[in-house]
């Protein structure tokens, strides 16, 4: 089992940043990658970013080169620090951690960008 808490949310104007963490407890050695996606009102939960146990990273399209993750192994957290925020990044973010063929989920962090 692995337990996943986000932290980090909240209000950010057009063109601001936020960085996100995601803390895992549990058997995070035997995490194989930890993602993040993001869920908006109204549409489906899409697939944000990942880093894999080997430190080996992922991003959607939509956030190439805004957003970036990255993991402080000794603090179990993966951070997802995001740049040039923009109103379509408004959404629900949650973390996503996989061991093996099982899925864990954290109960996600509220990211609102206004204009």
């Known amino acids: 089992q692995v337990q996943l808490v986000e932290s980090g949310g909240g209000l950010a104007q057009a063109g601001g940043s936020l960085r996100l963490s995601c803390a895992a407890s549990?058997?995070?050695?035997?995490?194989?990658?930890i993602g993040w996606y993001r869920q908006a009102p109204g549409k489906q939960r899409e697939f944000i970013a990942q880093i894999t146990s080997s430190d080996s990273t992922d991003y959607a399209d939509p956030v190439k080169g805004r957003f970036t993750i990255s993991k402080d192994k000794a603090k179990n957290t993966v951070y997802l620090q995001m740049t040039s925020l923009n109103t379509e990044d408004t959404a629900v973010y949650f973390c996503?951690?996989?061991?093996?063929?099982?899925?864990?989920w954290g109960p996600g962090t509220q990211v609102t960008v206004s204009s």
């Open positions: 996503n951690a996989l061991l093996w063929t099982r899925e864990f």
């Open positions: 549990g058997r995070t050695s035997s995490i194989n990658r």
